[in-house]
């Protein structure tokens, strides 16, 4: 099989693998690329990413919100694969816009990561999904309940969707068994030098779509005893003298890593939407044994149990999200526990390699029906 494959993001070529880097954002030439290294049968892929001037990229990015540049390196080349696989609408819609005026020898599979326009039920960009969708050959999406949305406006997919849960690498992202034991985060951090706190942590990590002001009010509201709160990500001016709470900007893969293995758990606080996000952090701090507290939103339920691999409070909530970091923080066994299991899930379950032996039925699926 031959695949090219649309990433909505950058991709770094490169002759070794780069130690600040994740499989998704960089490929190695010569080696398989993210989750294709796990099929039984080893397709030749192609990539083009979304690289270009980036006033460029800004606009699309920012403006359109869909990619025209990298469609229009792809499109010249698409009689030469057997599937063009897009990741994201943002890199399958000029795509399937062209393929409904002119046929192509290969077929078109779409990663509906965004629920096509963030779930849009109404205006022009509904309309445009909805004429570009009848041209695509299979969609995978990663959380569940989308399903109910394509029932609704996209009727003429859903025979030819699936949900797949997403995966995060079991292997890159490993619980420190020491850290997870003694539960005491602050003695692990105080061994690295350059560590952003000696006191415990909780970690929220996050670059946009993160509902920073409910955990902020949360942890006001709880005032938990000797635990401070680490922002990785994102960066306020009104959060910046608030007591206990500490922000970072950007880091490094390696040094979220560290962050994280120094925390004592995680937030992950979202609002609900119906589409997927979130889902890489949380399986990352889960595959490190770490307890997570999660908004009880679309995009999460399908990767954890309740009060077993992670906990859970109502979006938005600050008050209830306040009394569960207090019963996290004060109660070590369950803390404890909730990690373990969690690392054993993304293991078994929600992992890289059984992510993609169901990408790899699927597509061969389509390309031989």
Known sequence: MKILFLPNWEVMKCSEAPKDKQPPDYYVKGEDYWFFRYFERKPEVDIIDVASAKWIQNIEKNKLRFYVIQALKAIPRLNKYDLVVSHGMQSGVVISLWRRLFKTRAKHIVFDIGAFN???????????????????DGFIY???????????????????SQFIRFGTDAEYFTEESDVRKTNNASAKRQETPDAPIQTPYCICVGYSKRDWDTVIKAFELAQPKDLKLLLVGHVEDKYKDIANVEQMGFVSITELKNLITGAKFGILP????????????????MAMGKCVIASKVPSLVDYYEEGVTAVSYEPEN??????????????DAVREKIGINAADHVKNISNECTMAKEIERFLYGYLYN
Not at 270 to 285: A, D, F, R
């Open 118 to 136: 963030s779930a849009a039920e109404s205006g022009a960009a509904l309309k445009l999904m909805q004429f570009a969708s009848r041209s695509i």
């Open 142 to 160: 990663h959380t569940s309940s989308q399903i109910k949305y394509y029932e609704k406006f996209f009727s003429w997919i859903v025979d030819k």
């Open 270 to 285: 979202l609002k609900s939407y119906n589409y997927s996000y979130g889902q890489m952090t949380l399986l990352q701090q």
């Open 318 to 331: 600050a008050r209830e999200l306040a009394n569960v970091i207090n019963s996290i923080n004060t109660d």
